[in-house]
């Protein structure tokens, strides 16, 4: 029966570890630490998510998202304060009189909400969808930019 006891200890700090961890977690899932005024990426069920890349240069940030089968006109784009927001719609496939029997091909409603780096401006903003991607190009606010301040000898 001694033998039992240390080895009780250990798994008791054991669960007690793996408890806090998923308490940790599913607080982390319910309260998000985000950053000021960045909103929750999922407010909202959608049907699938894009994958992007965000790329960011000096003078602008740069969004690239897999929209593969998305018409470009079914596709909405807004920034507010740092967030951008992409949404849209890819229409499932109908065949008259067919069923699938096989359908992986993700359909539906899409949104992703992106907290950007620095303020941009929007009225400079160009889009363009090339081969089922979609690419945003967002320059920063001159205020965003870096600057260096140069030194004067003496």
Known sequence: ??????????WNTTLNGLQHELNRLFEEYVNPHLPPGAAPTDIEPTAWSP???LLETP????????LPGVDPSRIELSVTGTVLDLRGEKPATDVPGGRPSV???LT?????QV????EVNFDAAQAEAHNGVLKVRLPKQEAAK????PIQPK
């Open 103 to 105: 359908q992986e091909r």
């Open 1 to 10: 029966m001694a033998r039992l006891i240390p080895l009780r200890r250990d």
């Open 59 to 66: 003078e602008e940030i740069i969004l690239l998202a897999d």
């Open 108 to 112: 539906g409603t899409f949104h992703r």
């Open 51 to 53: 994958a992007i890349d």
């Open 146 to 149: 870096p600057r260096t301040i």
């Open 115 to 118: 907290t950007l780096s620095a």
